[in-house]
């Protein structure tokens, strides 16, 4: 079946960086757009970053500029380095995978993604 796992989240002070992993398993990883999202509890989840199989990428308004995704095929992962961290940037991070026949429409919302990891947390302190 398949399975998205997500490491890398932690506890940074303002302006610092942080490398959040996940790995695919259990479908052709590289065939398949990828995600970021995060969320704060009580608030609806936040597309972040998306890319498609050959590396086109995509960004949230809110981290243009400071976050950066990435995949490499061959290790069935997909990247998030989040730099110049700000305390509104605390959530905790899900990684997703929209394995269907089609590339999704609206790159980020939550509906075009089909596949979830469990989350990562990331804290900003300011």
């Known amino acids: 079946q398949v399975q998205l796992v997500e490491t890398g989240g932690g506890s940074v002070p303002s302006g610092g960086s942080l490398v959040l992993s996940c790995v695919g398993s259990?479908?052709?990883?590289?065939?398949?757009?990828m995600a970021w999202f995060r969320q704060i509890p009580g608030k609806e989840r936040e597309g972040v970053a998306a890319i498609d199989s050959d590396g086109n990428t995509s960004y949230g308004d809110s981290v243009k500029g400071r976050f950066t995704i990435s995949r490499d095929n061959a290790k069935n992962t997909v990247y998030l380095r989040l730099k110049s961290l700000k305390p509104e940037d605390t959530a905790m991070y899900y990684c997703?995978?929209?394995?269907?026949?089609?590339?999704?429409?609206?790159?980020?919302?939550?509906?075009?993604?089909?596949?979830w990891g469990q989350g990562t947390q990331v804290i900003v302190s300011s």
């Open positions: 259990g479908y052709t990883f590289s065939g398949y757009w």
């Open positions: 997703a995978a929209a394995v269907t026949p089609y590339a999704p429409v609206h790159l980020h919302e939550p509906d075009e993604y089909n596949y």
